[in-house]
């Protein structure tokens, strides 16, 4: 779906055509970060660490001490420890403070790496993931472009990997994926950052251009020289006088960039395994029907996920969370993959009316999910199904 970038009035078509019946929503794009991810991750493998300086290195050579420090905890870098520094300097700098220095082990990271995004994925619209520790996101459509339901999802998103993993990490919110990044580097560590699209343009100009997304030393050096030091300066600059100077592709960019209105999507990355919706009911309540009526949007947007990756799903599985907050969940899984929207409402009433029974406690919020899910290609026509289910 197209999006508007310049979000001052919220359904504002930007093509200036008829409108189509589809609702131009702020674009929200969030930016997830890991914080000092290796060494955080040995010291939630023992925790004896905490407190004291940590340093991940890459040990390339034969000796310990011809490698470079892979990443340090934030107790090492208070002595100026950084990645890329080799180890000796690092050693030497951390000389009387009772420093732990450990072997990079890659394989541990990218498991954990690959949990956290799948759990990700489940949570947001989309999910790009862009590094070992690092992704973007789009939930404009889940939040229906509101800025305050955005930080609800970005404390979501802490607080499930704080609970899975024992990880903290920071997370930026904004208009385009160069506000978003800009916002989960200034809440490290831990911190959430959500720039409104109005307070957009009031965040980007006092930063020094070297901080966009993109820009490096020699782009920064390069705008010093003609005048340019702050992001501010950058989005007052002429777009003939940047082509000029940095090619067409580039100059258009740096100038979005500047204006928080670089139009890059977040593009999936992950093969989807489940979709699922969860709500917060209207009351606490024991009644399937009322909970199936609530879900009803919710199933929709799973259907639509199913049909726009071409996807069907083997297995429907209703969550109840209780009053006292427990989960309890109970699933139905198909001897083949279906796709029919009407099976996942059935299921899920059918689930719903098991779970009301045994759970003897009144439901606060509810959710569906679908998952096994396989290609079109590997689809089972819904007669077939049909025929072998009764
Ligand atoms: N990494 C590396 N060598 C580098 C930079 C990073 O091996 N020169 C690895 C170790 C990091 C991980 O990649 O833990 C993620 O890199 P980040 O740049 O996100 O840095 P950190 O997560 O360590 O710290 P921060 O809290 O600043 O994000
Ligand atoms: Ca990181
Ligand atoms: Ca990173």
Known sequence: MDEIQDHT???????????????????????????????????????????????????????????????????????????????????????????????????????????????????????????????????????????????????????????????????????????????????????????????????????DTSKLYGVGPKTTSALEDMGIRTVGELAKTSPTELERRFGRKFGVYLLAAATGTDPDPVVAGLEPTQFSRIVTLRRDTNDPKEVTDQLSDGMRYIHVKLASSGKSFKTVTAIGILTDLSTKTKSKTFENAVSNPALIRDTASELFDELSRTVGKEFRRAGVRVSGLQGAEDQTSLSEFLHQAR
């Open 9 to 207: 009035s919220r359904f504002q078509n930007p093509l200036n055509s008829e409108p189509r019946g589809i609702q131009f929503l702020p674009r929200v794009v969030g930016h997830i970060d890991l914080d000092y991810f290796y060494a955080q991750v040995e010291e939630v493998e023992n925790p004896s660490l905490k407190g004291r300086p940590v340093v991940v290195c890459v040990f390339p050579g034969r000796t310990e001490d011809s490698g470079v420090v892979s990443t340090a905890n934030y107790k090492a870098r208070e002595h100026g420890v950084h990645s890329g520094m080799p180890i000796v300097q690092a050693k030497k700098r951390l000389e009387g403070h009772d420093p732990e220095v450990i072997r990079m082990d890659h394989r541990k990271y990218e498991v954990i790496s690959n949990r956290i995004m799948e759990q990700l994925e489940q949570m947001v619209d989309v999910l790009e993931p862009t590094g070992i520790d690092e992704a973007f996101f789009d939930i404009t459509e889940s939040t229906g472009g509101d800025y305050g339901r955005a930080r609800s999802s970005a404390e979501s998103v802490q607080a499930v990997i704080m609970k899975g993993e024992n990880l903290s990490c920071s997370v930026g919110i904004g208009r385009s994926k160069v506000v978003a990044k800009l916002g989960s580097d200034m809440a490290k560590p831990g911190g959430i950052t959500v720039v409104s699209p109005e307070a957009t343009e009031s965040f980007l100009a006092p930063l």
